[in-house]
């Protein structure tokens, strides 16, 4: 069964994004083993954006692994519509390549580290999102890709 690795800055307080996230896992563990990582938020209070996009970034690099495939959330990322991440994923699925590290950075956004290990970068909408929100929405979307990989029915 196919990898799939979210690896994200912070945590999830809230109760409704907490119970979205337990959906969208319940949903995607028919189709892929999902883990997710969260790494320390850094506090903002007295550093300097770059310094703390630089620490979470770093605390991200230090849960990739060497062989994973990572897929960047990033806002200068490229669009793709929910067929073609279906084909992006479906690409590497036959390939062989396990596991597939999904990244959503901090508030403040992503280190140059970070960005340089990406294999892939893709933003999911031109409008601003939490990155709680975000990761909400990329579980969906990778929920939404195995349903299409499968020729599966999927309207909601």
Excluded: W
Excluded at 101 to 122: P, W, Y
Aim: glycine fraction near 4%.
């Amino acid at each position: 069964m196919i990898k799939i690795r979210l690896i994200v800055v912070g945590s999830i307080k809230e109760k409704f994004l907490k119970d979205a996230i337990s959906e969208y896992q319940k949903r995607l563990s028919r189709f892929a083993k999902l883990e997710i990582i969260e790494v320390e938020e850094t506090k903002i209070q007295n550093k300097s954006e770059e310094l703390v996009k630089k620490e979470e970034g770093d605390r991200l690099l230090k849960r990739i692994n060497r062989d994973d495939y990572v897929i960047l959330l990033d806002l200068k990322g490229n669009f793709l519509s929910s067929e073609e991440l279906a084909s992006e994923l479906n690409s590497l699925i036959a390939k062989g390549i396990s596991p597939i590290t999904f990244v959503i950075g901090g508030t403040l956004g992503l280190s140059d580290e970070i960005r340089k290990r990406a294999n892939l970068k893709i933003s999911i909408s031109k409008m601003t999102f939490t990155h709680q929100m975000c990761r909400v929405i990329v579980l969906e979307q990778i929920y939404r890709a195995f349903k299409i990989i499968n020729n599966e029915e999927y309207h909601h």
